[in-house]
T-cell receptor, first 109, second 115 residues
């Protein structure tokens, strides 16, 4: 079993749709959690950190459930520019990061 | 404030040659991480370094690969006697001195092609 698992997709949605990505992790001692996006094999860019209390940044909402070892990302009102691969990242308190293999999103007009 | 810099951006080597990849962290960052992304695969952690120290190298292949982050100068990922399977994108990331758990910022990557 992988340390960080994501549904690979692809998710193909129309503009304006709401889409949710899920991620599970196996190490209960994991400390920090992030969502990154990666475009066309370029460098990953931080989308947002994920906190137990949940956090929102515009159209993006991230949630963490430590008990279930589960992280989610919700994108509302999808834009064409949201098309990318979304990477779930879990970090130990020793600083080692484990990336999921990513979920590919394509937003169509 | 310059971001994480990596060079070269593209590197071509023949089998058996050495590849040296350089990473300069963001200003003020003292933690460096190296990742490898094989074609059609996700990012895989290789090594985590602080200045003059290797903190975690659990993702490094046991042979031919080494990394350093000297007191002065960039971090270097060195691959000796490259093979075709080493062809990949190698990304470096850096984070501030506050330690593990901090956000990592990525460089543009070095794309290594082994002929």
């Amino acid at each position: 079993r992988k340390e960080v698992e994501q549904d690979p997709g692809p998710f193909n949605v129309p503009e304006g749709a709401t889409v949710a990505f899920n991620c599970t992790y196996s190490n209960s001692a994991s400390q920090s959690f992030f969502w990154y996006r990666q475009d066309c094999r370029k460098e990953p860019k931080l989308l947002m950190s994920v906190y137990s209390s949940g956090n929102e940044d515009g159209r993006f909402t991230a949630q963490l459930n430590r008990a279930s070892q589960y992280i989610s990302l919700l994108i509302r009102d999808s834009k064409l520019s949201d098309s990318a691969t979304y990477l779930c990242v879990v970090m130990s308190n020793a600083g080692k990061s484990t990336f999921g293999d990513g979920t590919t999103l394509t937003v169509k007009p | 404030n310059a971001g994480v810099m990596q060079n070269p951006r593209h590197l071509v080597r023949r089998r058996g040659q050495e590849a040296r990849l350089r990473c300069s962290p963001m200003k003020g960052h003292s933690h460096v991480y190296w990742y490898r992304q094989l074609p059609e695969e996700g990012l895989k952690f290789m090594v985590y370094l602080q200045k003059e120290n290797i903190i975690d190298e659990s993702g490094m292949p046991k042979e031919r690969f080494s990394a350093e982050f000297p007191k002065e100068g960039p971090s270097i990922l060195r691959i000796q006697q490259v093979v075709r399977g080493d062809s990949a994108a190698y990304f470096c990331a850096s984070s501030p001195p506050s330690g593990g758990g901090d956000t990592q910022y990525f460089g543009p990557g070095t794309r290594l092609t082994v002929l």
